[in-house]
C-alpha cells in the first residue's frame, strides 16, 4: 500500500470533498425542484428543501432580483459554488501536506 493512502490528511481531505459535494448536491437538487414546481408536500421535497434552507441561511436573500426563480437560482447556487470551491480547497490543502 503506498502512503498515500495510508495518510490521514488524504483521507480527512477526502472526506471533507465529499461532504462539499452532498452539500452542493442537495442545493443544486432544490433548485432543480423549485424550476420544475415539485410538490412541497411530498416528504423528499420538503426534506431537501428544509436542508437546503439551512445550508443557505447565510445566501439565501442576498440578492433582490424582481423574479422569485431569480433570487432562488443564484442565492442557493452561491452557497453550492462556495460550499464545492471552500471544500475542494481545503481537501486539496490536506492532500498536499
Known amino acids: 500500500m503506498s502512503p498515500r493512502y495510508r495518510s490521514g490528511s488524504t ?6 470533498a465529499v461532504i462539499a459535494d452532498v452539500m452542493a448536491v442537495i ?3 432544490w433548485i432543480l425542484m423549485y424550476l420544475l414546481d415539485a410538490n412541497r408536500a411530498n416528504d423528499l421535497v420538503r426534506f431537501v428543501h428544509d436542508a437546503a434552507d439551512w ?5 439565501r ?4 432580483f424582481d423574479e422569485e426563480w431569480a433570487r ?3 442565492g442557493y447556487g452561491l452557497a453550492a459554488v462556495v460550499y464545492l470551491f471552500v471544500g475542494h480547497a481545503i481537501a486539496g ?3 498536499r501536506h
Open 11 to 16: 483521507s480527512a481531505g477526502t472526506v471533507i
Open 27 to 29: 442545493l443544486g437538487l
Open 55 to 59: 445550508l443557505a441561511a447565510w445566501s
Open 61 to 64: 436573500d442576498l440578492f433582490t
Open 72 to 74: 432562488v437560482v443564484f
Open 93 to 95: 490543502r490536506l492532500r
